[in-house]
C-alpha cells in the first residue's frame, strides 16, 4: 500500500501530484464516492466493501478509521485529503482534479468518507466537478453520525410520545463561523442533532437558550460512536459547554438535544458492554447481547 499525504512539502508527494495531473486524458474510469460510515467496519455497506477491494486510488477523508482502513489491499494508493480541526490537507478543488485526472488515467479510484458522504461532505461539489468533465460516478450511502450516535448512546431519535421529528445541523455557519440565528431549530417535540459542535459548544448553549429553548433540555455528547473510544456524557442545555470540556472526550462526536435523550441510561446496551468483538467482522452480535 502507498501512502500519499496531501499537503505535504516532501519531494516525493509534489512529484506524486505532478504525475497525476499530468497523465494523458482518455476514456474515464467511474469513480465512486464511499461512504465509510462511523468507522466500525462492520457498520460498512457491501458496496463500500467492495468497492476498497477493486480499488486502485482511494482519496480519503481524516474522518475515515484506522480499522476501516486496515481493510484495504496492499497495493493500493492512498491519498489523505481530509480536514480535521482547521487544519487542511488537499484544497477541494485540487482534490477534483486528482480524482478526475486518475480516472482518466484508467485507474479504479474512490473517494472515501467518513460517515455518510451525502450528509455534509462537500459531495455535492465533487459530484458537480466529475459531472462537468464527463467523468461517470457511484454514490454509495453509509450509516450517519446521527444515526451512530443514537444507536450507540441508546437514545432513538424519534420517539411516539417524545420526539415526532428530527432535523440535522452543523454547529457552524457557512462561512465558518457560529450559527446567527437557531430559532428555526427549536420546536416542541422535536430532536435536534448538532455536527462538529463540540468546538462550538458555548456558542451553541447561548443560541439555543436565546431561541427559546429550556435550559433543562436534555443534552448528550456522544464521541467516536460504534468505535473504541466511545463515549456518551448527558446533561442539560444549560450545562452544554462544559459538558463539552469533559476530559478525554473523543471527537468527531455529535450533540444531540432532546426530550429522547433522557431516555439513553434506561434503553442504554452498549456503554458497559465489553463482550463487543472490535477486531472481527465476524461479530457475534446475538452472544454479544447476552
Same mark, same amino acid.
Given at each position: ?10 519531494? @516525493?508527494?509534489? =512529484?506524486?501530484?505532478? =504525475? ?6 482518455? +476514456? ?19 458496496h463500500a466493501y467492495q468497492a476498497l477491494q477493486k ?17 484495504? +489491499?496492499?497495493?493500493? @494508493? ?57 467523468? +461517470? ?26 420526539? =415526532?421529528?428530527? @432535523?440535522?445541523? @452543523? ?34 448553549q447561548q443560541g439555543l437558550l436565546q431561541a427559546g429553548?429550556?435550559?433543562?433540555? +436534555? ?10 473510544g466511545h463515549q456518551r456524557v448527558i446533561g442539560r ?7 463539552? =470540556? ?45
Amino acid at each position: 500500500m502507498t501512502t500519499i499525504q496531501a499537503g505535504s512539502e516532501s519531494a @516525493t508527494t509534489e =512529484q506524486a501530484s505532478t =504525475q497525476v495531473l499530468a497523465l494523458p486524458a482518455g +476514456p474515464a474510469q467511474p469513480v465512486l464516492l464511499i461512504s465509510a460510515g462511523p468507522g466500525d467496519p462492520g457498520l460498512l455497506t457491501l458496496h463500500a466493501y467492495q468497492a476498497l477491494q477493486k480499488a486502485e486510488v482511494i482519496l480519503h477523508d481524516a474522518l475515515v478509521s484506522s480499522a476501516i482502513l486496515a481493510l484495504i +489491499p496492499s497495493g493500493v @494508493t492512498l491519498i489523505a485529503v481530509g480536514k480535521r480541526c482547521g487544519a487542511h490537507s488537499m484544497d477541494q478543488r485540487e482534490i477534483e482534479r486528482v480524482m478526475i485526472a486518475k480516472a482518466h488515467a484508467g485507474l479504479r479510484v474512490v473517494r472515501l468518507k467518513g460517515g455518510d458522504a451525502m450528509m455534509f461532505g462537500r459531495i455535492g461539489e465533487e459530484m458537480a466537478a466529475l459531472k462537468a468533465a464527463a467523468v +461517470p460516478y457511484r454514490v454509495v450511502p453509509g450509516v450517519t453520525a446521527a444515526s451512530a450516535c443514537s444507536a450507540y448512546g441508546a437514545m432513538p431519535l424519534t420517539h411516539r410520545s417524545l420526539s =415526532q421529528g428530527v @432535523t440535522l445541523i @452543523t454547529g457552524r455557519g457557512r462561512d465558518g463561523g457560529s450559527v446567527a440565528d437557531w430559532s428555526p431549530y427549536v420546536a416542541l417535540g422535536h430532536t435536534l442533532v448538532i455536527y462538529m459542535g463540540l468546538k462550538r459548544a458555548a456558542a451553541i448553549q447561548q443560541g439555543l437558550l436565546q431561541a427559546g429553548l429550556d435550559g433543562q433540555t +436534555p443534552v448528550a455528547i456522544v464521541g467516536q460512536a460504534s468505535q473504541p473510544g466511545h463515549q456518551r456524557v448527558i446533561g442539560r442545555l444549560e450545562q452544554l459547554t462544559s459538558l463539552s =470540556q469533559t476530559p478525554g472526550l473523543p471527537s468527531p462526536a455529535a450533540i444531540i438535544v432532546g426530550a429522547v435523550v433522557q431516555l439513553a441510561d434506561e434503553l442504554d446496551w452498549f456503554q458497559s458492554n465489553d463482550r463487543l468483538d472490535w477486531k472481527s467482522l465476524n461479530t457475534n452480535l446475538f452472544s454479544a447481547a447476552m
